[in-house]
C-alpha cells in the first residue's frame, strides 16, 4: 500500500507501507494491503504504521478522514506531528501545542484589541447599537 498524509500545507508522508493502524469514533482498527475500501473519521490521537522494512512510525494527528481506494492510503489531518518513538513523539505533540497555544493567546489579544478599537470609534461617532 502507498500511504500519504497530507496537511493543509504539504504533504508530511509519501511511502510504501504494510500496515496502518488508527483510531476512529468507534475504536481502532487496521489495514493491510488486501483489505476492502474503507473510509473513516479518525479521531485526534496516534496514526501507526509500518514500512516495507517492518519498521513501525507513529504520528501525532489531530483528527481527519482516511480513505483506502485500492492500495492508496490518504489521510487529510489540519495537524500532525511524525515521531520515531513514543517518546519523541509525545514531547513533539506538546512543544506543537504549547506553540499553537501561543498563538492563539496571541490572535484573541490582536481580536480584543481590535473590537475595543471599533467600539472606541462607535463611542466616540456616537453610534449606539438596539440590543
Known amino acids: 500500500m502507498n500511504l500519504k498524509v497530507l496537511l493543509p500545507t504539504e504533504i508530511l508522508v509519501d511511502q510504501s507501507v504494510t500496515k496502518v493502524i488508527a483510531e476512529a469514533e468507534n475504536g481502532s482498527f487496521c489495514l493491510l494491503p488486501r483489505h476492502v475500501d474503507f473510509l473513516s473519521a479518525l479521531l485526534p490521537g496516534i496514526l501507526t ?10 504520528l501525532g494527528i489531530g483528527g481527519g478522514i482516511l480513505t483506502k481506494t485500492g492500495s492508496e492510503v490518504r489521510v487529510s489531518t489540519i495537524y500532525a506531528v511524525q515521531g520515531e518513538d513514543l517518546g519523541t513523539l509525545r514531547q513533539q505533540v506538546t512543544e506543537q501545542f504549547e506553540a499553537i497555544n501561543e498563538r492563539e493567546r496571541t490572535v484573541r489579544s490582536a481580536i480584543a484589541r481590535l473590537e475595543a478599537d471599533i467600539l472606541r470609534h462607535f463611542v466616540k461617532q456616537g453610534i449606539t447599537a438596539d440590543v
Open 49 to 58: 504504521f509500518v514500512d516495507d522494512q517492518n519498521l513501525e512510525h507513529y
